[in-house]
Each structure stands twice: as C-alpha cells, then as structure tokens.
C-alpha cells in the first residue's frame, strides 16, 4: 500500500477511534443522572453530537393512544415539533416504531415510506435521515432519530452501528430514571400513608399533614433551597408529626387543652419521630426538620430550646406552615383565627418565634394565593 493509502487509513482509524470515545463518554453523562427530563435531553445532545447532524428528535411511544410524540426535539424548531403525533407505521419514526429494526434513508423524497407532513409542518428540510429503535428488554419504547447530517454527507453503517449502540444506552438510562421515579412515588405513598396513620389517631387535625406539605412548599419557592432539598422538604412535612404515632392516646385524643404535664408528653413527639426515621438511613436528611419544627427562634421552643442560626432550615419553613395551619383550624378548645388574623399573628412572631425570612416567603406565597 502507498503512503497516502497508509496515511488514510491511519485517519480513518483515528476517527473511528474518537468517535467510539465519544459514544463512551456521551454514554457515561447519559447514566450519570436519574432525572427523566434530564435523560431526555442528553439523549438528543448525544444524538445530534454522535452523528453529526443539524436536528435530532426523542420519540416515544403512547401505548394508550398507539401513537409516537416528540419527546424532545432540538434545534429551533422545537416548540412547533412538540405539538406533532406519528401513527405507528407513519412515516420513518413509526415504521421504526413498528418493525423495532433501524433505518438509514438517504433520499427520503424517493422512499414512500417518509412523510413529509413533519417537514411541512415545521418548514424544515429533511435530506437525511438516520432513525434508531429504542428498545428496553426487547421491547420498543420509542425511537431516536437524527437528521441532515452535516457536510452534506450520507448516513453510513458505522453510524448506524454507533446510533444503535447510543440507543441502548438511552434505553438503560430511561428505564434507570422511570424505576428511581416509581420508587420515589412509592416512597412518598408510603410516606404520606404513615402520616394518615397519625391523623386517623387524632380526629382534630384532619388534612393537617397535607396542609403542612403545601404550605411548606409553596413557602419555599420563594427561598434559595435546591431541588433536593425542596425533596426533603417534602418528606419532613408529610413525616413532621411521625412521633405521635408514640404518644398516649389519652392525651393525644384529649379534647380539652392539655394540663402541664401532658404537654410535656406530647412534646416528646418531636424525639419520637427521630426515632422512628433513624432506622431509614437514606431518610436522615430530613431528621433535622422532624426533630427542630417546634423549636423557636428566641430559643423558647423545644425539644432543645435551640435559638436563631442554630435551628435547621427545613425545621424552620415546617415550624412556620405548622404554626399557620394550628392557627387557621379550629381545635375542640378555641375556634379557628381568619386566615388575616392568622396572616397578622404570623408577621408579629416573625423574627422573635419565626424566622424572618420564612415568613416573608409564607406572605409572598400567600399574597400569590399559593396558600
Ligand atoms: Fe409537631
């Protein structure tokens, strides 16, 4: 072989090189997360990337309605893609859909299998096309597809064979991200089931763990708190009151105001929740809002008189939507306040009982109608 037929085919191999790293490493950042939005969105980056084309599209299959959506498209034509549904057998995409067998079409204007309504509908130009089967064990979820590749350049088998293996990594990351986001319904099920435990025990706070979670969370998007721990918060308000499940019924049930002694019973519902939540390891990060939600900000609450900067976070956007809830429901003993008095009563222990902070989030979210 001459040196240029040597060079060429050192440059061929180079760049079959780089792209098998890519594919690994577009591979990796696919699996490196479990939000399904998130997945969604690598997977037409990696696709667009590996194959280097102008747009790529996400579909997926409504089982219910037999039809392919556009999951996600990039590139400008996005928002007008969304609105478009495929017929399974429709077009490129839905003869994937349907045959779960990958398609290279190169002049699509000579297959009769193209529909050309996508592109109308769009005003986009499709000159190629590379559609892939997204399949999960065996089964076709949805379909991956790029187009225009750039330098006006074919779809190939190396990239059919690249898109393929790309494909089966969007799957695992897929079905990774749909099992985490069942378990975490699971889990809040379970968690809100073990609240409505608490509240069949105690007929006078009917609905006040539900209360608590939406205040406590409308509350908190007005506060600088991530995604995560707008998480947690959600779970140390539903679980918030977990420790009464230990409490005496005698006194929880109690319909008339509790004597000294009593209330330092039910103050022992603080400790308790600890100490049921301590045997769920994953869950400790919601122990300091179980723990604290009584404790105050001039360090007058329980169960350890914590002060000011010393009470966790969470505890505080809890204590306030707890505080707000106890005020604006009537107890066997008091009639409830109006949600103004109660807004009233808020402002005035704001910064000596409240954080301050919180409660200008909880009024933001109230003046919104959030609350
Ligand atoms: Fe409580």
Known sequence: MSLKGWMAQLKQIGEKTERLA??????????????????????????TQLMKAEV????????EKNHLFFEVALGEKEEKIKTITLNLGEGIAGWVA???KPLIVNQPEKDSRFYKGVDDQTEFKTRNIICVPVKVKNKTIGVLEAINKKRGEDFDKEDMSLFTSLA??????????????????????TAESLADAIEKR????????????????????????NPMEMKWLKIASVLHDIGKIGIDD?????????????????????????EIINHIKPLRHIIPGLKYHHEQMDGAGYPEGLSGDRIPFIAKIVAVADTYDAMTTDRPYRKALSKELAIKELEKCSGLKLDRKVVEAFMRAFEKKEI
Do not use: C
């Open 250 to 274: 005698q006194i929880l049930r109690k319909p008339e105001q509790l004597n000294p002694e009593e209330f330092e019973v039910i103050k022992q519902h603080a400790v308790m929740g600890v």
């Open 168 to 189: 089966d990594q969007v799957a695992i990351a897929l079905d990774n991200a749909r099992l985490y986001q069942e378990l975490e319904e699971m889990f809040f099920q």
């Open 202 to 225: 105690d007929p006078y706070t009917g609905g006040h763990t539900r209360r608590v979670t939406l205040y406590s969370l409308a509350t908190a998007k007005y506060l600088p708190l």
């Open 22 to 47: 890519l594919l690994s490493q577009l591979g990796q950042i696919l699996n490196s997360t479990l939000d399904h939005q998130e997945v969604r969105r690598r997977a037409m980056e990696a696709a």
């Open 56 to 63: 790529s599209s996400l579909l997926l299959i409504d089982e």
């Open 98 to 100: 349907q045959n779960g």
